[in-house]
């Protein structure tokens, strides 16, 4: 179902800040950047290694964003884990069919194009798990 894990987000304040600190404590660097307005985040992935899975650091656009509720609620830190899926239709059909909620009837945009959806985490053991298609262009 899961071929790899793809991301662990991360909750943070202010991203400049954020991604300097992992560049200075932990060596790590920004392989991909962008805005998502449809999610309300500022967003970096950072590589981890070569393993292929990455480090994502996400920051609030506005106060409505979910990333802004979650740091009001639990302050900084780890906000999801991301696994990478083949076919995110498919996979979330097959989870609703176990009884899992999805949050979305349909996959939505993710970074890099991918394709997103995630399972709530009342569903996953309090872990908002999050489904990741990538977009056939990238690495990341
Ligand atoms: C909330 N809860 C969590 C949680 N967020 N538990 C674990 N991990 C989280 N991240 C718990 C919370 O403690 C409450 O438990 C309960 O769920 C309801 O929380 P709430 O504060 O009322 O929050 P809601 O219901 O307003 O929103 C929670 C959900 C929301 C998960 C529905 O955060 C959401 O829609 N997330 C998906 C979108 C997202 O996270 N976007 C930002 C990343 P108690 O207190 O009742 O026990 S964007 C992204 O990842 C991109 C672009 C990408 O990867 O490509």
Known sequence: MFTQIDHVGIAVADLDEAIEFYRKAFDMEVVHEE?????GVREAMLAVGGSGSCLQLLAPLNESSTIAKFLEKSGPGLQQLAYTVTD????SETLRERGLRLLYP???RGTANSR????HPKD????????VEKAKDTDH
Do not use: C, K, P
């Open 88 to 91: 995110v239709d498919a996979v």
């Open 116 to 119: 997103i959806n995630f399972v």
């Open 35 to 39: 805005t998502n307005e449809e999610q």
């Open 124 to 131: 996953a053991g309090g872990v908002l798990v999050e489904l």
């Open 106 to 108: 349909e996959a939505r």
